[in-house]
């Protein structure tokens, strides 16, 4: 970090953060302290019409075995013929990242100069600046999903209002391994100019 070029600081953050998988967020992660400024992070997202459309919810330890059972129930759910070990796999994800954060998003038609998808960006935003946050407290982060973010039993679980969505878990901790960092996109594929081929 350089206080001199802030330039620089920023672009670092942004290149050098990569997905890091739960399994590999061990504790220690941020501290109820840290935690509270990550989501100051995810208060300064852009927010059109400034309707807060997301809400994140912590899992803390005490509650992962909750968790647990949620995607458990969620396999069986979709498929009853599934093997004990495949309900274990589901319950294992329960435990992993050191902290552990589901974020959902609310999609009600509360203002109409306001649709669900710049609500979506909203969030999306909001979850980049806490992953940002926790990466320059020299914390990992990831972003985890799957079919159970939709399931009844996550659903009801954690009390989803009817217009809301699970998107993704977001997790923090410390690094214990990561891979190497993908090759970007080139800008050149996926910017144009209006008007040139
Ligand atoms: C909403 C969302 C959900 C994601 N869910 C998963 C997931 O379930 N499993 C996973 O390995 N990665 C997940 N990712 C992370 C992407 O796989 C990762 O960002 C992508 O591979 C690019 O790698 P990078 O973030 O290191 O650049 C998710 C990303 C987003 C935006």
Same mark, same amino acid.
């Given at each position: +970090?350089?206080? !001199?070029?802030?330039?620089?600081?920023? =672009?670092?953050?942004?290149?050098?953060? $990569?997905?890091?998988?739960?399994?590999?967020?061990?504790?220690?992660?941020?501290?109820?302290? =840290?935690?509270?400024?990550?989501?100051?992070?995810?208060?300064?997202?852009? !927010?059109?019409?400034?309707?807060?459309?997301?809400?994140?919810?912590?899992?803390?330890?005490?509650?992962?075995?909750?968790?647990?059972?949620?995607?458990?129930?969620?396999?069986?759910?979709? !498929?009853?013929?599934?093997?004990?070990? $495949?309900? !274990?796999?589901?319950?294992?994800?329960?435990?992993?990242?050191?902290?552990?954060?589901?974020?959902?998003?609310?999609?009600?038609?509360?203002?109409?100069?306001?649709?669900?998808?710049?609500?979506?960006?909203?969030?999306?935003?909001?979850? $980049?600046? +806490? +992953?940002?946050?926790? $990466?320059?407290?020299?914390?990992?982060?990831?972003?985890?999903?799957?079919?159970?973010?939709?399931?009844?039993?996550?659903?009801?679980?954690? =009390?989803?209002?009817?217009? =809301?969505?699970?998107?993704?878990?977001?997790?923090?901790?410390?690094?214990?391994?990561?891979?190497?960092?993908?090759?970007?996109?080139?800008?050149?594929?996926?910017?144009?100019?209006?008007?040139?081929?």
């Amino acid at each position: +970090m350089t206080d !001199d070029d802030p330039l620089a600081f920023a =672009e670092s953050l942004i290149h050098l953060r $990569q997905h890091i998988s739960p399994k590999r967020l061990d504790p220690p992660g941020p501290s109820a302290q =840290e935690l509270a400024r990550i989501f100051e992070g995810a208060a300064a997202a852009p !927010d059109h019409g400034l309707l807060v459309p997301w809400r994140f919810v912590v899992i803390p330890p005490e509650r992962r075995d909750a968790l647990a059972q949620m995607f458990a129930d969620a396999l069986l759910e979709r !498929d009853a013929t599934v093997t004990d070990e $495949q309900i !274990d796999d589901a319950r294992a994800k329960a435990a992993r990242g050191a902290v552990l954060i589901l974020c959902v998003s609310d999609l009600s038609p509360r203002d109409p100069d306001t649709p669900a998808h710049e609500r979506l960006v909203s969030l999306g935003c909001a979850i $980049q600046n +806490m +992953m940002l946050t926790a $990466q320059s407290m020299g914390y990992g982060a990831g972003l985890s999903s799957g079919r159970s973010m939709a399931s009844r039993a996550l659903r009801r679980g954690f =009390e989803l209002a009817d217009a =809301e969505i699970a998107v993704c878990f977001v997790s923090f901790g410390t690094v214990v391994k990561a891979k190497p960092r993908r090759p970007r996109p080139e800008p050149a594929s996926f910017v144009s100019v209006f008007g040139e081929s």
